[in-house]
């Protein structure tokens, strides 16, 4: 049973991503407008009314932006913890949302697909990165995070591919006409994985079975594609995973479909 990945959107303007098998197709995020995401699925030939649910990571609104009107406009299910759901509940037109509620840590399925959360380190209420597995695979999403964790680590060994941020070049930060305060925030343990932090992060849980990495939520004005994948990838090199194929995300435009194997 082949599994499916895309990521539809990733930077601070928007995130969403969709894993899917034949039969269940999940949306991670929905961070753009409904109708931008609307628009991308069925640019890569998913129809909106056929996903299986919507699952977020935290309530930061470049996650969430879509999801009332998804689920008004389609009959979606939408799947957060207690703390996310509190926090967009409080939000404009939230009490409209109706959640399925699972537990930080906790392991559930939605349809053919196992689905394990765990915590992550970023400032929001109870953050998630995701481990989601048909019969034969796992892909690890993990696109908001201030540190590697020993948890995160092995959460994402074992996976074939995943999905990392890789938020920005520490100099294009440093010399960046932002606010000092901002740039505090983002290189804080609850903050933004640099280019380096993110090619630590795939050593530190790469395996043989780990195939296809893809950076996410590139900095716009810290960061660019050939600085993500240069940093990254001459890093990996070092740490001979040679093998493993590098690709970015963008904001404008869906990446390619992975497939497994």
Same mark, same amino acid.
């Given at each position: 049973?082949?599994?499916?990945?895309?990521?539809? @959107? *990733?930077?601070?303007? &928007?995130?969403? =991503?969709?894993? %899917? $098998?034949?039969?269940?197709?999940?949306?991670? #995020?929905? !961070?753009?407008?409904?109708?931008?995401?609307?628009?991308?699925?069925?640019?890569?030939?998913?129809?909106?009314?056929?996903?299986?649910?919507?699952?977020?990571?935290?309530?930061?609104?470049?996650?969430?932006?879509?999801?009332?009107?998804?689920?008004?406009?389609?009959?979606?299910?939408?799947?957060?913890?207690q703390p996310t759901a509190n926090n967009l509940k409080r939000s404009p037109k939230g009490d409209e949302?109706n959640f399925h509620i699972f537990q930080t840590g906790a392991i559930f399925s939605i349809g053919d697909?196992?689905?394990?959360?765990?915590?992550?380190?970023?400032? @929001? *209420?109870?953050?998630? &990165?995701?481990? =989601?597995?048909? %019969? $034969?695979?796992?892909?690890?999403?993990?696109? #908001?995070? !201030?540190?590697?964790?020993?948890?995160?680590?092995?959460?994402?060994?074992?996976?074939?591919?995943?999905?990392?941020?890789a938020n920005h070049d520490v100099d294009l930060l440093r010399e960046a006409p932002r606010p000092w305060?901002?740039?505090?925030?983002?290189?804080?343990?609850?903050?933004?994985?640099?280019?380096?932090?993110?090619?630590?992060?795939?050593?530190?849980?790469?395996?043989?079975?780990?195939?296809?990495?893809?950076?996410?939520?590139?900095?716009?004005?810290?960061?660019?594609?050939?600085?993500?994948?240069?940093?990254?990838?001459?890093?990996?090199?070092?740490?001979?995973?040679?093998?493993?194929?590098?690709?970015?995300?963008?904001?404008?435009?869906?990446?390619?479909?992975?497939?497994?194997?």
């Amino acid at each position: 049973m082949q599994l499916e990945l895309c990521v539809l @959107a *990733s930077g601070s303007s &928007g995130n969403a =991503i969709y894993v %899917a $098998t034949e039969n269940t197709h999940l949306l991670i #995020d929905a !961070g753009l407008s409904a109708k931008q995401i609307e628009l991308r699925l069925e640019s890569i030939g998913v129809t909106p009314p056929s996903l299986s649910a919507i699952c977020l990571s935290h309530e930061h609104s470049d996650h969430t932006n879509g999801v009332r009107v998804l689920q008004k406009r389609h009959q979606i299910p939408v799947y957060a913890n207690q703390p996310t759901a509190n926090n967009l509940k409080r939000s404009p037109k939230g009490d409209e949302i109706n959640f399925h509620i699972f537990q930080t840590g906790a392991i559930f399925s939605i349809g053919d697909l196992t689905l394990e959360t765990f915590h992550i380190p970023h400032d @929001a *209420s109870e953050p998630v &990165g995701f481990r =989601i597995s048909n %019969a $034969t695979t796992h892909i690890g999403i993990v696109t #908001d995070i !201030g540190m590697c964790t020993n948890l995160v680590a092995e959460k994402l060994k074992g996976c074939s591919c995943l999905v990392v941020e890789a938020n920005h070049d520490v100099d294009l930060l440093r010399e960046a006409p932002r606010p000092w305060s901002l740039k505090q925030r983002i290189r804080s343990r609850q903050g933004h994985l640099s280019n380096v932090e993110a090619a630590q992060l795939i050593s530190a849980s790469a395996t043989d079975q780990l195939k296809h990495v893809i950076l996410a939520h590139l900095s716009s004005d810290c960061n660019t594609p050939k600085t993500a994948l240069n940093t990254v990838g001459s890093l990996l090199r070092l740490e001979q995973l040679n093998h493993l194929t590098l690709e970015v995300s963008r904001a404008k435009e869906p990446t390619g479909i992975w497939r497994s194997q």
